[in-house]
């Protein structure tokens, strides 16, 4: 056949493959918007959808008139705490650059409340031993958060948020530290010039512990004492039997206390010392939200989990009523597919920080955590679980009842474990659950880091991991003289467990058993735990350990404290 060269050009141009072109992973979250189809009107939207974005670059920022000012208020500021001086750069020295960082911040309801813009030094440019030294600066534990809001809602007491305005800048620097001047706001004929930092300033390695060693001098001249065990925590006892306590997280303050005068006193002497923020009654802190009802104060997370649902596109799906199905074994199987490491690891990630005000999901997390190195299709799919679990709950959070003056404090805890619960390496998982006036604080799903050979074994295990904690809540309360030597009272589902920790039996069964563990036993003798037995329907800390079925979720879930706060506000 012959045919004509038109003909052939044809054929050969529909033969030729077509580029797929595939989005970035950073935009993935993104709605992409073509500029061939934006119309007039179109354009509208589109910029007005940049309207609360921060600027990528200082020139963009420079022609905004809300981001010129935040950035003039930061100068003014740093100016304001002497932090920098102007000189020429010794021979010897190498300036640091630094660079403007922009935020928006909102409130719980999404709305905008202040356009942030903050000078960091780029502090991966400095060297240990010639520029810094020490870095690490102690923050409150969330165990301790939940603990002083109990001690609060139990006896009634106030709780106040501060915050310190520009808090690194007030830490002074004990090695010489040069940096460049700000982009933007060079000095003119002077642009040679660099910064001396007398204080630290946002990006440096040392500049959280400068700012908590001043922070904690400060404290020690008011008065404060800060407990050994828990670095975190300054309390104050005044003559008149008033007792103040700080919890100090970085620049964030958690105030309560039994006067409410002596706490306005102590908000006078900060806003006279430093830059602060009253933000009044405590109702949002480190991502967690304070509901305050007739029966007590609620903490939850309401807004961190839409955040996460709507990440991971979620918002939409079919609710579950429990985080975690009882059949789910989970393994590492080679013939399943592989899913995208980072999503998952970003899921997890989020995930771990809801468990700070969830219980409840404390085990199907630790569960899943435990294949990050390499998750396959049933660990995203379990992960998945979790999520139409949590959009069911998203008004759920834990109670911290009121209760009446005349109450004895305790402390009470349970402890649990599932038995060669993990199908991988069959280890079994520890669960402790610990409760102060009634109100849960401390708990905890954790993999055992021995295999045991009998559940008595792996009950033992668990109680020496809630003895642990129990022996640092104790010390934590006896340095707040709140409680002084209580006996905690542990709840164990095992008699053999009990027996064992009592009094030396079954020696031919127990002679293999580390060392470490045994101090859950001394514990035991020296009178700090009192053990009793319940029974397994009654054991709080069972959703700790494994998958309970539903009717049981529920009713744990409801004896540790979990609540909807729709249903109470």
Not at 123 to 143: C, I, M, N, T
Not at 319 to 340: F, G, H, M, Q
Not at 435 to 454: G, T
Request: with cysteine.
């Amino acid at each position: 056949m012959h045919t004509s060269s038109d003909d052939d050009d044809r054929v050969h141009l529909t033969s030729r493959p077509h580029r797929v072109t595939q989005i970035p992973r950073r935009l993935a979250d993104c709605e992409m918007v073509p500029d061939n189809v934006v119309d007039n009107e179109g354009d509208i939207v589109h910029y007005a959808m940049l309207a609360d974005i921060e600027p990528l670059d200082v020139k963009s920022a420079l022609k905004s008139k809300v981001w010129l000012e935040a950035m003039i208020d930061e100068l003014k500021s740093i100016e304001k705490n002497k932090t920098w001086d102007l000189c020429k750069l010794p021979s010897e020295k190498r300036a640091i650059d630094v660079k403007w960082v922009y935020k928006v911040k909102q409130n719980p309801e999404g709305q905008v409340v202040k356009y942030k813009a903050r000078l960091v030094a780029k502090g991966f440019l400095q060297k240990q031993g010639l520029d810094y030294d020490e870095v690490f600066s102690p923050v409150a534990r969330h165990e301790t958060i939940r603990l002083v809001i109990a001690l609060a809602c139990s006896r009634r007491w106030p709780l106040f948020h501060l915050d310190v305005k520009s808090a690194f800048l007030n830490g002074p620097l004990e090695e010489d530290v040069y940096v460049k001047q700000p982009p933007g706001f060079e000095l003119k004929g002077k642009e040679d010039k660099v910064l001396k930092l007398n204080k630290a300033l946002y990006g440096l390695k040392q500049a959280p512990r400068a700012w908590n060693k001043r922070i904690d001098l400060f404290f020690v001249v008011q008065g404060f004492v800060k407990c050994s065990v828990e670095y975190g925590v300054y309390v104050k006892h005044s003559d008149k039997k008033h007792m103040l306590i700080i919890c100090l997280y970085v620049d964030d303050l958690l105030v309560t206390g039994s006067s409410l005068a002596e706490i306005e006193d102590f908000k006078s002497q900060m806003k006279s010392e430093f830059e602060m923020t009253d933000l009044g009654k405590l109702t949002y802190f480190l991502g967690m939200e304070l509901l305050y009802t007739a029966k007590g104060v609620i903490l939850h997370q309401a807004k961190y989990a839409t955040e996460i649902l709507r990440k991971f596109e979620m918002l939409d799906c079919n609710s579950s009523v429990t985080p975690a199905d009882t059949r789910l074994k989970l393994e590492i199987d080679e013939n399943s597919d592989t899913v995208d490491s980072t999503i998952f690891r970003q899921l997890i990630g989020s995930l771990r920080y809801l468990c700070q005000t969830r219980p409840d999901i404390s085990y199907a997390v630790g569960y899943v955590s435990r294949f990050m190195s390499k998750p396959l299709k049933p660990h995203l799919l379990a992960a998945k679980r979790i999520l139409r679990y949590i959009n069911g709950t998203i008004h759920y959070g834990v109670l911290f009842p009121y209760s009446k003056d005349s109450v004895k404090l305790e402390l009470n805890g349970f402890s649990d474990a599932d038995w060669c619960g993990d199908k991988v390496d069959r280890r079994s998982t520890s669960g402790y659950l610990f409760k102060f006036q009634n109100a849960p604080v401390s708990w905890c799903s954790k993999k055992q880091s021995v295999i045991a050979l009998s559940s008595c074994e792996a009950e033992y295990v668990a109680g020496s991991l809630a003895a642990c904690q129990a022996n640092w809540l104790q010390s934590l309360l006896n340095e707040m003289k709140i409680i002084d030597n209580i006996t905690v009272m542990l709840k164990i589902d095992n008699k053999s467990s009990i027996n064992l920790a009592k009094n030396p039996v079954s020696h031919g069964k127990s002679k293999h058993i580390e060392t470490r563990f045994h101090f859950f036993r001394d514990q035991v003798n020296k009178g700090k735990l009192s053990l009793e037995y319940c029974s397994t329907d009654n054991q709080q800390a069972d959703i700790m350990t494994k998958a309970v079925k539903r009717d049981q979720f529920l009713k744990l879930s409801r004896e540790i404290g979990i609540v909807c706060f729709d249903s109470l506000s």
